[in-house]
């Protein structure tokens, strides 16, 4: 059973704050990994792809992404009360196109 | 992106009743999904709509209980029947972009069974 770890949170930062979001996998050659944001009662919303290790970079947010220690994350700078959500980590199965979320990790930024 | 346009947003049925939820693409796609994302949940696929063959299910569902369609490549819809309470979710209708990498989700249908 292919898993993706998130711890559930609430993570909560303060606005203007640094925002780390961590997921874990278990399938060793996992090539594809996705972030999402969900508001509540809304559809997950792509805001970052990553597939090669290291950082990828795109505004606030960056990936990274490090494929030996089955690690992937997502920093957000300068968080704001509007990134309040659940972000959900996904990784896309070897053999398929579908894709295996995570728990979700809800963010809380206070104002 | 894929603008993918799902419908009903919302309903709320009887048990014992079906439900066939529609989604549209813009655009053709090889792969549509569907997922169910239960209250304070995170999204489990139900099923693969492949366009020209039978869906595939996930382990734990079923073709009678969740039919899919796929006429084209555009369109697909899933059927939740003979309703109970433990069906009332929120269904997702996702295709996999042109990149053929990221995936992108309708807007929802979020399902109340009283």
């Known amino acids: 059973q292919k898993e993706v770890e998130q711890n559930s949170g609430p993570l909560s930062v303060p606005e203007g704050a640094i925002a780390s979001l961590n997921c874990t996998y278990s399938?060793?050659?996992?090539?594809?990994f996705f972030w999402y944001r969900q508001y509540s009662g809304k559809s997950p919303e792509l805001i970052m792809s990553?597939?090669?290790?290291g950082d990828k970079e795109d505004g606030r947010f960056t990936a990274q992404l490090n494929k030996a220690s089955q690690y992937v994350s997502l920093l957000i700078r300068d968080s704001q009360p509007s990134d309040s959500a659940t972000y959900l980590c996904?990784?896309?199965?070897?053999?398929?196109?579908?894709?295996?979320f995570g728990t979700g990790t809800r963010l809380l930024v206070s104002p | 992106s894929a603008v993918i346009s799902q419908k009903p947003s919302r309903d709320i049925c009887q048990r014992g009743t079906s439900l066939t939820i529609q989604c549209q693409v813009d655009?053709?796609?090889?792969?549509m999904f569907w997922y169910r994302q239960q209250p304070g949940q995170s999204l489990t696929l139900i099923a693969t709509?492949?366009?020209?063959?039978?869906?595939?299910?996930e382990s734990g569902f079923v073709i009678d209980k969740f039919p899919i369609s796929r006429p084209n490549l555009t369109f697909s819809t899933l059927t939740v029947s003979n309703m109970s309470p433990e069906d009332s979710s929120i269904y997702l209708c996702?295709?996999?972009?042109?990149?053929?990498?990221?995936?992108?989700f309708g807007q929802g249908t979020r399902l109340t069974v009283v």
């Open positions: 399938d060793r050659v996992s090539q594809s």
């Open positions: 709509a492949n366009q020209g063959s039978e869906a595939t299910y």
């Open positions: 996702s295709v996999v972009g042109g990149s053929n990498t990221e995936a992108f």
């Open positions: 655009s053709q796609v090889t792969m």
């Open positions: 996904a990784v896309k199965d070897t053999g398929f196109q579908k894709l295996v």
């Open positions: 990553i597939y090669s290790n």
